[in-house]
């Protein structure tokens, strides 16, 4: 009997199955809290939290996780030094510390502009060592032809033991500019990789796991740990990806919309015959375009951890005109803080009538994530804050009389920025404590909170908390409805669109006798709903859109199922252009007739896909050929335009 274990490191939980790989049953499952300050703690935890393991049994470990993503967000990672070959440098700002233009690059023909500079190159080297950790190498058209990227890699082994990117390994796309962006953030993320991956073997070891390691890529299928070391931007949003493969494996249903419902966000992805839409375009992350292919999938703002807020809005006979305000901001909830500090209730349940807090709420509370190296690397009023936190999380009034009755708004923001401190407040989770939908944690400290937001605005606990589950059931239908708005190419915003007010109350509103109209909407998919609170909203969510809503078994640790199961699927891509000139990855060659060009292409395109297939785990892949050809019709006849021939190697490691 084997075992696969399977892990997905989502921004709350740390999520762990063991799964049979012959039956594809789940034997055991568990949940740590994340620990963003350091993720093997919390992954450590998890697998502890699964029992007693036999470990010689455990023949591959499966790791989904947001650390890729959240590193590019946050702008974390190695210094990058940026080689640019070409005439000119991409327009646009550009992810590197230092660049450099160096002469050479190729048409679209793939012919070079002139021979590269190597002593400029070399040069440039010189320059650049001791200022960056790793290099990009990105040249003009080096997908028409590779050949100047791969001379400067190897003249720069030659004279500099560092980590290199080519821009041409990761991109088959045309786009000089997001080429270039893409191989910047994966020379940045390879040192975060290398950590995790370290941190997450020795983890491993300890437990005596001496299995495999596979990384989940963004598009839901599997690459080897090696793979993962040289392109670690491809694990760009596989924990959304993991979401979608386990969702249909856990039902097996062909056609299906699948909604994550996680801590921080709420993550939509629409499955058809048993695939899903890719995003063709490249993911977008932290606001750089890349070429790397992602599912496409929805992200929206809302989670367990949705900061709930109270706009202070004004009164009109008593009534207030403010709003209520869901996510996206993720933080701790009242009710799972205040089972590791209790003290919180007491500071809670001492706060009566409305109190103004500068950028932020009563109801707000801090605590200590990790305690800086050093208090002298701190300004004054940040010390002062982790010293008033030092023997536990307090709220916000509590922490301003330990200040002296003030402190800083901009130590809080930038503590909380460096992960120093967290914030603890009203959230979706609480709202489930308090109406009795949830009875995991601390129910007192989501009283309390329902409590003082209520007062903030306006009325009883019990109503404010009812009204917090029907904004947010509210939030989940129209993230539904905005998903396959995007899908069919529109690019409005359904919570922005004032146009949009007109169908709210015929859609929500309980009561639609005094209405004018009322309206039925029917979704032409089922719902496979997974994440820990589901249970709680998505069926209204299924009544509201008139469809069936499906939570299956293990729908809590969905992610981590599709770590678990996932395939791997290694691709290469090549093109012939007019004159049967091939551009592959192995270089620019040309041919006499187009039946040579493509048999070449079939021949090293497949020896290389079964190559990388195999180097992952797969001993007899499965090919699958895809065959584009663009032509056009003329006064003349038909004129081939380009013929690009994509080669897929798949199979369980």
Sequence with gaps: ?????????????????????????????????????????????????????????????CLSTTLATNSIVEGRGGKVGLILIGKRQPIGDLPAHKIALVSGGHNLYGVPFSELDTQELTRVIAQMKGEVDTLAISGNLSIRNPAHEQQAKDIIRRQWDVPIVCAHELSSKLGYYARTVTACLNARLLPIIRDLLGAVKSVLIEKAILAPVMVVKGDGSLISEQTAFEKPIETILSGPAASVVGATFLTGIETVLTLDMGGTTSDIGIVKNKRWRM????????????????????????????????????????????????????????SVASERYPNLVEELRSIEGKRAVYQGQAVDCWMILKHPQSLESLRLDERAIIEALRDGAHNILTLEKRLGGSHSPL????????????????????????????????????????????????????KFANYCLEQITKSLTLS?????????????????????????????????????????????????????????????????????????????????????????????????????KVHAPWG?????????????????????????????GVNNPEITVNHDVSSCETDYGKVFLSEAIEIIASGYP
């Design 480 to 580: 539904v409805l905005q998903s396959l708005a995007s899908k069919q190419g529109h690019t409005f915003t359904i919570d922005n669109d004032q146009n949009f007010n007109f169908l709210d109350e015929p859609i929500f509103k309980q009561t639609k006798e005094d209405l004018d109209f009322s309206l039925k909407i029917g979704l032409n998919y089922p719902i496979v709903a997974i994440g820990a609170p589901v249970e709680s909203y998505l069926p209204t969510v299924g009544e509201l859109l008139n469809t069936q809503v499906i939570i299956p078994e293990h729908s809590e640790v969905a992610n981590a199922v599709g770590a678990a199961v996932g395939k791997v699927s290694e691709r290469v891509t090549a093109i012939i252009k007019p004159g049967y």
């Design 279 to 334: 995003n063709e375009q490249g993911a977008m992350v932290g606001g750089w375009r890349t070429h790397i292919n992602t599912a496409e999938i929805s992200t929206f703002g809302i989670g367990g951890d949705s900061s709930i807020r109270v706009d202070a809005g004004t009164y009109v006979r008593g009534v207030n005109q403010g709003k209520l305000k869901i996510g996206p901001t993720r933080v701790w909830p009242l």
């Design 411 to 462: 130590a809080l923001k930038s503590l909380e920025q460096a992960q120093m401190i967290g914030r603890i407040s009203f959230t979706p989770t609480d709202v489930l404590h308090c109406l009795g939908l949830l009875r995991k944690w601390n129910v007192s400290a989501a009283l309390e909170g329902s409590r003082i937001l209520a007062i903030e605005y306006g009325c009883s606990a019990e």
């Design 1 to 61: 009997m084997a075992y696969i274990l399977g892990i997905d490191t989502g921004g709350t939980f740390t999520d762990g199955v063991l799964l049979d790989f012959e039956e594809k049953v789940v034997l055991a499952k568990a949940k740590a809290f994340t620990t963003p300050q350091d993720l093997t703690i919390g992954i450590k935890e998890c697998i502890e939290n699964l029992g007693e393991l036999e470990t010689e049994k455990v023949r591959m470990v």
């Design 588 to 616: 620019c060659e040309g041919y006499m007739m187009i039946e040579d060009a493509r048999n070449s292409i079939l021949t090293k395109g497949k020896e290389r896909a079964i190559e990388n297939a195999r180097q992952a």
